[in-house]
């Protein structure tokens, strides 16, 4: 018989005011006894809706059910059917609004915890025997190392291709190794999954910024016959209000960049970074959230989001801003800044806001923010965080005959396989839709990686 409880079991948390100085991960993650009670909460629906709300395809009910079997090991390779993070997704997927959303048991109660229960499979599962296929001669480049290269990366190598993957930085792993933090996705998790494709036959070269080093026609030149564009979109959005020059205003790229990648965080590295007590950030969106929890975790006395909207209106996940309400983040809710203030030195002390009120809906759908006039106010702060929105890097559609992009600088695709304006390359993820989620870059990486392959004449 399924449990029929109606709510969902719960995650071990870190207490919040011990978490909010510390990077250490806050769910702790569910027991087996926790995971098996979840997953008798399944009803294994014939229809399987939700399935229809993951963007990678995995077989949730099935996977679920070989939990409450007690197979760990075969939930695992049914997961990975379809997902080649199942680690990073369990942990940053916003599940609420996909496949969770469909979950039959969220009509009278809440949804199965579809999320968590990946999460678990992808911790505990035994020894993965991983193999290299063998090549079927067929190369092709990836540029970006984030979700949706690496996706598309592992689908092709599993077909035979010999796939390299460009990343510019340093480290593998794009968004997930610089810019989610430690606290909610721990970087040994990103460099494992990473790992595992690489003992696949997946070739990864860091420190190559294309474009630079070299350009998308000297690959072809190389002899790779297709290219995959998931440069994601890193070129930060600025606020355009006077002061934004002042010594202390950071866009959040920076900031968790320098947190997560050049390990600020830690004792031992020297990487700068500003010393606050008042932190102000400008934003509602999870890399608000992400940004925000980091100032605090740093040493920050008072930490505020502000946020020309409501509450009701902030895109970031629930979670988040429970879990940011709860470390004592405030939240600066209706208010849009006007100026940053500053010192004779060229010092941040403060930002100036006005508030707002909503109108009519707006292209997205939300009420459109308007300000109040005469409602000025000054917030105090000595550092001011701009996550507003990044946008693709221009460098590659500079450096790339064909290749062309929209207003927004985003690369212009077919909706269905994803091909660019020129021939032989192909793009998804963020370079193509704007900043989104790990999940649906996965999701373009995927249908990509089918495209290439009918390219090629392989079947998949």
Known sequence: MPNMQMQKTPMPEQDPAVRARNFDEVARGYTWEMALNEAGRCLNCKNRPCVSGCPVNVQIPDFIALIAA??????????????????????????????????????????????????????????????????????????????????CAGDLRKLGCDVTVFEAL?????????????????????????????????????????????????LMEQGYEAVFIGSGAGLPSFMGVPGEGLLGVLSANEFLTRINLMKAYREGY?????????????????????????????????????YRRGEEEMPARKEEIHHAKEEGIRFQFLSAPVAVEGDEKGFVTGLRYVDMKLGEPDASGRRRPEPIPGSEHTLSVDLVIAAIGNSPNPLLRATTRGLEANRKGCL????????????????????????????????????????IAAHLGLEN
């Open 70 to 151: 007690g197979d760990v090991d075969g939930a695992y390779r049914k997961i990975k059917e379809t997902n080649a993070l199942p680690a990073v997704c369990g942990r940053v997927c916003p599940q609420e609004t996909q496949c969770e959303s469909k979950c039959v048991r969220g009509v009278k109660g809440e949804p199965v915890a579809i999320g968590r229960l990946e999460r678990y499979v992808a911790d505990h599962h035994g020894e993965e025997q991983i193999s290299a296929p063998a090549s079927n001669g067929h190369r092709v480049a990836v540029i970006g190392s984030g979700p949706a290269g690496l996706t």
């Open 170 to 218: 340093s480290t593998a792993g794009g968004v997930l190794s610089y810019g989610i933090p430690e606290f909610r996705l721990p970087k040994s998790i990103v460099a494992e999954e990473v790992s595992r494709l690489v003992a696949a036959g997946v070739k990864v070269e860091t420190n190559m910024v294309i474009g630079r080093v070299l350009s998308v026609d000297e």
């Open 270 to 306: 020297d990487t700068p970074l500003p010393k606050a007590t008042r932190v102000a950030v400008v934003g509602g969106g999870n890399v608000a959230m992400d940004a925000a929890r980091c100032a605090m975790r740093l040493g920050a006395e008072e930490v505020y989001i502000v």
């Open 412 to 451: 212009v695709v077919n909706e269905e396989t994803l091909a660019t304006t020129r021939e032989g390359v192909w793009a998804g993820g963020d370079a193509v839709s704007g900043a989104a989620t790990v999940i649906l870059a996965m999701g373009a990486g995927k249908q990509a990686a089918r495209s």
